[in-house]
């Protein structure tokens, strides 16, 4: 412990908030963690169904995810058996009408040329426009003097009709949790240079083998106890005060058991329930009108025996033909205990939603037999559709962040919202806890 140890609540214990209890704990600090719910994870969590030990949604990591990576070891996670790596792909079933785009372990960017050179299902001019992307991109050092719309991006780079339908637009709507035509050109290409554009292992997709609760949060709570702090579930933040000399929070009915006095606090919820709680945060009415965007995960279960030919594939989706899956991946092939669990991913969901949780899992089953060919995929043995109506911030153009420094002493703010390069992932989380913790405590 530091001589200027100080005593820190970080409230909300999903990924951002627990990054920044991590990070508190680590530099010496007296850190109390309060979690509103009964576990830790936030949106990136464990959930049990039937007896399944599922997630609230089927989630991906990039090896670009450079802070999640530094503290999910610091937590004491193999990373390698946590995480099933493979390389940068966009695999659609041999007989959908997609293509076959596999990154070679080559270093970069040979890798890339290597799979645009050896992709399946792709014209000559499909190809040659993915390479003057990559490389107009790369020669404007990935940035835009004024932030427009993915699509116009797309544009304005020439971009084929399918190289559109079968790489971009399921890239974008993956990252970015916003269709193209209302998502920001900049951020996308903030994730593209980090991915596509860096070294070869920065455009791994790393898919978790573990449940989401066990790939960081549970970890990370145990880190922070063994550091010293307290972990808190069941305790929502009611209200937050400042004093002459730090922070109160006040938890239940404000009885002197809950109420914390505390030099200073993390605010680590979504924007709207920091905006409640934080009366004199100069950003509290820009937090308070972000929009959101849904993300469905419909899983399915077939006999154990059912295996794809690969841990996932890209799917294509079309409104029209009630197909609304984009990404599938088998869950067996990652965990033994999931043999034949398919988890079938419906990012910025909103119209497919609105179909019926049984409607559309219906829909989603007969989508997978008709693109693998497989009829018996028509007929799960059991279904569950998990939506998560806020899962994202909606990634707009020009889209203002808070940052993480309120302009209040000792004050800071965490969570996948906060201004940065990234669009609401774990990493953007992380990288905002691990930021506030340092503004903070550092
Ligand atoms: C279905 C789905 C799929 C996704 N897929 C991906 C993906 O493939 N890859 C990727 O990188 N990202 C993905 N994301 C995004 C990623 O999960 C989020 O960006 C990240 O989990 C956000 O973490 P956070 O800590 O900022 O916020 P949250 O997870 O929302 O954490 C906030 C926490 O604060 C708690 N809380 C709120 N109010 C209080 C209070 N008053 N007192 C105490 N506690 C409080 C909440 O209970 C919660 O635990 C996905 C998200 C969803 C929902």
Redesign the pocket.
């Known amino acids: 412990m530091t001589s200027a140890a100080q005593k820190i609540a970080v ?7 627990c990054a920044a209890a991590v990070e508190l704990v680590r530099i010496g600090h007296h850190v109390t963690l ?4 009964r576990h ?5 969590r464990r959930v049990v169904v039937d007896g399944k030990t599922l997630d ?6 990039l090896g670009a ?1 450079t802070e999640t990576l530094r503290l999910m070891r610091i937590v004491g996670i193999d990373i390698d058996q946590a995480m099933l790596r493979l390389p940068l792909q966009m695999r659609y079933p041999e007989h959908s009408g997609g293509m076959d785009f596999i990154a070679p372990r080559l270093p970069a960017p040979l890798h890339l040329l290597a799979a645009l050179w050896r992709a399946k299902g792709l014209a000559k001019e499909d190809k040659l426009a993915l390479a003057r992307f990559s490389t107009t991109a790369r020669w404007m050092g990935w940035r835009l003097n004024t932030d427009c719309t993915v699509t116009e991006l797309l544009d304005r780079f020439d971009q084929t009709d399918r190289i559109v339908r079968l790489m971009w637009r399921p890239l974008c709507i ?1 990252a970015l ?1 916003t269709p193209p035509e209302r998502a920001s050109a900049q951020v996308f290409l903030n994730v593209l240079r980090d991915s596509l554009g860096a070294r070869r292992a920065a455009s791994d997709m790393l898919i978790p083998r573990v449940d989401l609760t066990a790939l960081f949060p549970e970890c990370a709570a145990a880190f922070i106890e063994r550091r010293g702090g307290v972990v808190r579930y069941g ?4 209200a937050v005060a400042r004093t002459e000399s730090g922070w109160l929070t006040r938890t239940g009915n404000g009885t002197p058991d809950e109420t914390g006095a505390f030099d200073a606090i993390v605010v ?3 924007p709207g ?1 920091a905006a409640g ?1 934080l009366e004199d945060w100069p950003d509290k009415n820009s937090a308070a009108a972000f929009g959101y965007e849904p ?1 469905t ?1 419909c899983y399915l279960q077939y006999a154990p025996g059912m295996r794809l030919a690969h841990p996932f594939f890209a799917l294509i989706d079309n409104a029209d033909e009630n197909a609304w899956g984009q990404f599938v991946f088998d869950r067996g092939q990652l965990d033994k205990n999931q043999a034949g669990l398919l988890s079938v991913v419906i990012s910025a969901s909103t119209e497919a939603i609105a179909l019926g949780r049984e409607a559309l899992a219906a829909a989603v089953a007969s989508q997978l037999a008709t693109a693998f060919r497989l009829p018996e995929l028509e007929h799960p043995e059991w279904v569950k559709v998990i939506s ?1 109506k806020r ?2 911030f909606s990634c707009a153009p020009g889209l203002v962040r808070p940052e993480n420094a309120t302009g209040l002493d000792g004050l800071a703010i ?4 906060t201004s940065g390069d990234y669009p ?6 992380i990288r ?2 691990v930021k506030a913790a340092q503004l903070i405590g550092g």
């Not at 409230?11 to 908030?17: E, H, K, M, T």
């Not at 965490?414 to 919202?417: I, K, L, S």
Request: hydrophobic residues 40%; charged residues 10%; glycine residues 16%.
């Open positions: 409230v909300g214990a999903g990924w951002a908030g309060y979690e509103a719910t830790p994870g936030g949106r990136a609230n949604g089927q989630h991906i990591l995810y993956a949790n305790a929502a933040v009611k680590a919820t979504q329930q709680l993300i995960t998560e899962a994202t965490a969570g996948d919202y609401a992932t774990l990493e953007s989380a905002s806890g």
